[in-house]
């Protein structure tokens, strides 16, 4: 599977920035609908949040299959995604060979169903789920979250190897996400997403508070 969007950046918006998140969609709205330059394709990849927090707790709680809660929580995303929809306005797609210029919400339910090659697993949510939709859209990745910095040995750090992030197994990312951006030779800009102009310097490429996760080393 293999789709091109000219100037295309996937965003990660993550479930802990439930609160604040619309607002910063509707900033960055705001200031792609006020560019005097050609609109760029920005695709908005939902976490889970609250909704995957819940399908853990059932996992755990019920035994259920790792097939059933994975699903379970794909769906979780599709509520975050609805949920930033209807708070923020900005329309929601489910079919990458449609998007336009200008932020859209992917709703990943039907699109994984038609072809999902990842793991089932808590290793893999949605962080791998956003750098699966770059590597088919050959996007730039922004990780928008809660934090300022990935930290390593309790130090902030500006830029990382994906390598060396691999080896340290938890931090802000999935478990997974190191693996997918070596395998892709992909970069990721973490950002906190509670200020908007960080997520949408980021966006630009410009000089931004954050960390950056080179997929190449």
Not at 162 to 185: F, H, N, T, Y
């Amino acid at each position: 599977m293999s789709i091109i969007a000219r100037s295309c950046t996937v965003i990660k918006v993550g479930g802990s920035l439930m609160e604040t998140a619309p607002e910063m969609l509707i900033h960055l709205q705001k200031h792609l609908e006020s560019r005097s330059t050609p609109v760029p394709t920005v695709l908005v990849v939902p976490g889970g949040g609250v909704f995957a927090d819940a399908v853990r707790d059932i996992h755990k709680d019920k035994g259920i299959s790792d097939e059933a809660a994975h699903w379970m929580a794909i769906l979780g995303m599709e509520q975050y995604a609805y949920y930033l929809a209807d708070k923020s306005g900005i329309s929601t797609t489910d079919d990458l060979e449609e998007l336009v210029p200008g932020i859209s919400i992917l709703m990943p339910y039907r699109l994984l169903r038609k072809c999902d090659p990842l793991p089932y697993s808590w290793d893999v949510t949605s962080d791998c789920i956003a750098a699966w939709v770059a590597s088919i859209l050959e996007a730039r990745m922004v990780k928008v979250t809660d934090v300022d910095w990935v930290l390593m040995n309790g130090k902030t750090v500006t830029v990382v190897g994906a390598a060396e992030l691999q080896k340290m197994g938890e931090s802000c990312v999935d478990r997974m996400l190191p693996e997918l951006l070596i395998k892709d030779g992909r970069d990721c800009m973490v950002v906190n997403g509670k200020y908007p102009e960080r997520v949408l310097a980021a966006l630009e490429q410009k000089a931004v508070r954050g960390t950056l996760i080179k997929g190449n080393i």
